[in-house]
């Protein structure tokens, strides 16, 4: 018996509505009813994004949206016009398009099996990044991995394997942002403004928008290995750098798949509307995840709206809703070390929209953030001792970090109405060279150290805040 999945009707897409019931939904149902659901949720941060992001997609190809004005109009709706929705799929449908999850000559948004590149099935879990295996330590779900899944819980998988993807061995490809970076979505008041707050018009695109088409729509195949220089904006936004293939079972589930090396993107040239970006003298990267660097020490690239450092979503957002007193995001992340995946994370923010693109307050906070990293680093060297070991050194640095960061957010809200903000990074300054006093002070009373050590400890604590101080002042 065939196995059948439609994807447009069948439930797939976890959703919780706004009374708070969580149910799975097909994409038309999702679509059609998004101003009555609240978002999309799961248990894991990348399959929650890959979700959203492929909706953001499905949904700018079916409206094209050519300018600011026309997602003003669509808000104004309140709700997704489901002539328009139906009249697209129907459209996708006479093109030749499948929506079968499981269609023989074209299974939706997979590649169709070829011999010479689909060799070996490997287990459906592998396309999870959540559940260890392979290089993959135990970081997120401490579930071992299922032996067969729902056609809809495999699909979020493989939508997941391919945004999330980063290289691996044997030349496996990262995708067009290389390793993952951090994902930023508009939390908007329902799944229906969220969607379109992370939309952008595509006037503002400088690259093809569908040629190629989106991947559903192109009947060309994914060829293993092929080095891709240029991409369309719908392509790029779902680049299927994997080749994947899933094997479904007689009772509908999927247990295996084929997995293989997709399209190589050796451009660097791609620009994610939900991405932020840094520049310096080498040119342009996108921000990931770091241990070595929280989200709130790069809160300046993220308010940066004049420059392209923000998401385009984020000075979207704020030509839109000027009024509105934040841009709340959401941000979607993994830290990764080569084919190795260390730690999931997600942030909730909410960045004071009249701040954003103020070169006196992003300077301010460059400021506030470069005396903190000296600070931190300041912070380890005083208590640098034989008889100390090195992880007081990292929980000091974490201990005054915290203190920083909570200051931060609370200088956040009153930045706006600060006249001299000179005059407030001096006394700052100060706030921040007695949280470092503080955090070393705090590190030395977990230990027990012997009476020399003490005295040796504190001569060096003087002499290393008195030299970055000093520092810090002439710099400021």
């Known amino acids: 018996m065939k196995v059948f999945f439609d994807v447009i009707a069948q439930p797939w897409i976890p959703v919780v509505d706004l009374q708070g019931e969580r149910k799975e939904l097909g994409i038309l149902d999702v679509l059609t009813h998004a101003h009555e659901l609240k978002r999309i949720q799961d248990s894991s941060p990348l399959v929650e994004y890959s979700v959203y992001r492929f909706l953001i997609v499905f949904l700018m190809d079916a409206f094209r949206p050519e300018t600011e004005e026309d997602l003003q109009d669509y ?24 929506f079968d999850l499981f269609d023989e000559k074209r299974p939706f948004m997979q590649s169709v099996y070829r011999e010479e590149w689909d060799r070996e099935p490997k287990p459906a879990g592998v396309m999870d990044y959540t559940v260890p295996s392979g290089n993959n330590p135990i970081h997120f779900d401490h579930c071992r991995k299922r032996e067969h899944y729902s056609p809809g819980k495999a ?8 945004i999330f993807c980063t290289a691996g061995a044997q030349d496996y490809p990262s995708n067009v942002n290389g390793a993952p970076p951090w994902y930023a979505m508009v939390d908007g008041e329902n799944l229906f ?35 891709i220089a240029k991409t369309s904006w719908l392509m790029g936004m779902l680049f299927p750098a994997r080749r994947i293939h899933l094997i479904p079972r007689e009772d509908g589930t999927v247990g295996e798949i084929y997995l293989s090396q997709g399209m190589n993107y050796i451009s660097t040239s791609w620009l994610d509307p939900h991405v932020t970006y840094r520049y310096n003298d080498k040119g342009r990267f996108n921000w990931k995840p770091s241990d070595d660097e929280a989200v709130w020490r790069n809160i300046r690239d993220l308010m940066d709206i004049r420059k392209q450092h923000a998401p385009q979503i984020v000075a979207q957002y704020r030509g839109m809703n000027y009024e509105n007193e934040f841009v709340p995001l959401i941000l979607y992340g993994v830290q990764t070390s080569k084919a190795s995946y260390l730690s999931v994370r997600r942030h909730d ?5 009249a701040l954003l693109g103020d070169e006196d307050v992003l300077n301010f906070l460059q400021k506030y953030i470069r005396a903190s990293e000296a600070l931190a680093k300041a912070v380890c060297q005083s208590i640098q001792s034989e008889e100390i070991p090195q992880e007081m050194q990292s929980q000091a640095r974490q201990h005054f970090h915290g203190m920083c960061e909570k200051e931060m957010w609370s200088l956040m809200e009153g930045l706006e109405r600060q006249e001299d903000l000179d005059e407030l990074y001096c006394t700052e300054l100060e706030t921040l060279c007695a949280f470092a006093r503080e955090s070393a002070k705090w590190a030395i009373e977990q230990l027990n150290l012997r009476g020399k050590t003490m005295l040796k400890v504190m001569k060096n604590q003087q002499l290393t805040f008195a030299k970055t101080i000093k520092a810090l002042k002439k710099e400021g």
Do not use: H
Request: aromatic fraction near 8%.
């Open 75 to 98: 808000l104004s709706e309140e709700q997704f016009d489901p002539e328009v929705l139906n009249t697209y799929i129907a459209q996708c449908r006479a093109e030749g398009v499948s």
């Open 155 to 162: 699909l979020r998988m493989l939508l997941e394997a391919q």
């Open 193 to 227: 403004q969220s969607l379109v707050f992370s939309m952008i018009s595509t006037d503002s695109i400088d690259i093809p928008f569908d040629e190629p088409p989106v991947l559903w729509r192109c009947n060309e195949p994914i060829i293993w290995k092929q080095k």
């Open 349 to 353: 923010l909410k960045l004071p929209n």
